[in-house]
């Protein structure tokens, strides 16, 4: 496993720091970390990786799980590539911001909260992002459950 | 002096695509720009979730006119990665050669664009006219200039043949030459020079901070390339420098882009003689198994990450998309303020933008239920009443 070892640091390291915050952490393969955390100490193992040097949030990709919606975090360096997942209950679906730290995420959240109805605590106000001014409110369109209905009398165009 | 917003966009003469920057102006400087994007959502990350692996290949390349083989690229690699195919190493060398043929197109555009942001127009007119070469380069192996859909799932679609080769090397040579020659206009010619320099600054820190990426972040010092640091397909066989400028300004992105070319050139060469025999691809089954991928590739404008979420079907759960401009647009802000508007084109310009990457949602109103056709007056009242609420009134003009 020598080749790993850098990945494998970074994994005992964080199971150590946030002893039972985070769960299932596994080294998928070489530059690949992926974990699961609570939700309430995100920013906090986010801010803690990049202190480590991972300083880049590539992106943060939002997922509908039935019960549970919530989303990863791909934070790098460029090399090794940690993934961080969240869940929120899809009842009352709410993640903290990871804004202190990573200033560059605003349209992340914002998607996240476009998207799927997911709401970010400590988000400043703002435009939407990405769906338009008049888009119904209520609906989030990468939730499972939501299906693009064509309008009725519209036929494709050939 | 008085403060006031005005709108940049969505439709503007100096934008090449939908984007809206609402600019403070005190006097002629910016003090504050908000940047709001979506006007070209397509929602493709839902629409992939209802097509099969090998559709949703034609759909991503369709993600972006410009990078269209690097969003393919990044969406195999990790339908490959799931699947636990063996891709042959010819095969990845062409998707290699076609990644570092579609950089050159998009560097050599981008020096246009640039130029005729500058108002150096000739630049403009000698770099497409250069550009050419290489499309035909991309036409003469694939049969396309645009959408080259070399990659299949497990593989590429056509074969390099000895002349095609000779072909393509003949057509890079041309522009070795021709590029030393924008190298030099580039640092040495003062109308480019008296636009470029100290315009739109980023320094090291907030270019970490906000996220850029690739050549807008290697302008600023940052040392980070993907082909370098987490090699796909074989850059890790192959050699080439990463371009940095410590300059921080349009410039820097300038210089940073020309000597990137150079380096394209170099791996293009490279790949080219040292073209590994062997099939194209091999077969991949259509159902994945149950999994998550990740990879990120080095595209032209930057980092480019997909994530891909399979479930076991032939269709994927959750696909990710996210472009590099969508990373650096949050540099933009940051670069505008404090400048002056007659710069606001050209600092947007450097970063490369490119919306369609960047929005992917479609926008649909169910409540309404039909297609509306809008006059040219409700066009106009809608326009007008949009920025009323966001506190500019057009109704006097």
């Not at chain 2, 080259?148 to 393509?168: L, P």
């Not at chain 2, 670069?335 to 450097?350: K, N, R, T």
């Not at chain 2, 239920?369 to 106009?380: L, P």
Request: glycine share 8%; aromatic share 8%; net charge neutral.
């Amino acid at each position: 496993m020598s080749d790993l070892a850098n990945e494998e640091k970074i994994k005992a390291d964080l199971e150590k720091e946030f002893h039972g915050a985070v769960s299932n952490a596994v080294v998928q393969r070489r530059n690949r970390v992926w974990l699961d955390a609570e939700a309430a100490r995100l920013p906090e193992i986010l801010a803690w990786l990049k202190a480590r040097g991972l300083n880049h949030l590539a992106t943060v990709t939002g997922f509908d799980e039935g019960e549970n919606l919530g989303a990863s975090y791909h934070i790098t360096d460029t090399k090794i590539l940690v993934t961080v997942k969240v869940k929120t209950p899809r009842a009352e679906p709410t993640l903290p911001s990871v804004l202190a730290s990573f200033p560059g995420a605003l349209s992340y959240e914002r998607e996240l909260e476009d998207m799927l109805g997911i709401k970010i605590a400590g988000l400043p106000a703002g435009r939407r992002y990405p769906l338009p001014d008049d888009f119904p409110t209520g609906q989030y369109p990468l939730r499972k459950d939501w299906k693009f209905v064509p309008p009725a009398g519209e036929t494709e165009a050939k | 002096m008085s403060k006031i917003t005005i709108p940049f966009g969505p439709q503007h003469p100096a934008l090449k695509e939908p984007e809206n920057f609402m600019l403070v102006l005190e006097g002629e400087q910016i003090s504050g720009a908000t940047i709001n994007l979506g006007y070209n959502h397509r929602g493709m990350e839902k629409a992939a979730e209802d097509r099969t692996y090998i559709q949703n290949l034609y759909l991503i390349e369709r993600v972006c006119g410009i990078c269209s083989h690097s969003h393919t690229t990044c969406y195999i690699t990790n339908v490959e990665e799931l699947a636990k195919a063996e891709v042959p190493q010819r095969a990845l060398a062409i998707r290699t050669l076609f990644g570092e043929l579609e950089r050159v197109h998009s560097h050599l555009l981008w020096l246009g664009v640039a130029g005729y942001e500058m108002g150096f127009e000739t630049l403009f007119m000698y770099t497409w006219r250069d550009r050419e070469q290489v499309l035909d380069c991309l036409e003469l192996l694939s049969g396309n200039r645009v959408h080259y859909s070399i990659n299949t799932i497990g593989g590429v679609r056509r074969d390099i043949t000895a002349e095609q080769k000779a072909e393509v090397k003949k057509r890079i040579k041309y522009l070795e030459e021709r590029t030393q020659y924008y190298i030099k206009l580039a640092t040495g010619e003062p109308t480019v020079l008296a636009r470029t320099q100290d315009v739109g600054r980023l320094p090291y820190d907030v270019a970490i901070e906000r996220g850029a990426v690739g050549p807008t972040a290697r302008a600023s010092g940052v040392a980070r390339d993907v082909r370098k640091d987490d090699p796909y397909l074989i850059y890790s066989q192959l050699d080439f420098k990463v371009i940095t400028h410590n300059t921080n300004d349009v410039f820097g992105r300038l210089v940073v882009r020309a000597l990137e070319l150079v380096e394209s050139y170099k791996l293009i060469h490279q790949i080219l003689d040292g073209l590994p025999e062997g099939p194209i691809a091999v077969k991949v089954p259509w159902k994945l198994p149950a999994g998550e991928a990740v990879n990120h590739y080095e595209a032209p404008r930057g980092e480019d990450i997909h994530y891909l979420k399979a479930n076991g079907t032939d269709k994927p759960e959750r696909l990710k998309v996210r472009a590099p401009t969508l990373a650096n647009l949050q540099s933009v802000a940051y670069m505008l303020e404090g400048g002056w508007l007659a710069d606001v084109p050209l600092v947007i310009a450097a970063i490369d933008p490119c919306m369609s990457c960047t929005d992917r949602a479609a926008v649909w109103n169910p409540e309404k239920g039909r297609t509306e056709v809008y006059s040219w007056e409700e066009m106009r009242k809608l326009g007008i009443e949009h920025y009323k609420r966001r506190g500019v009134d057009f109704g006097r003009l």
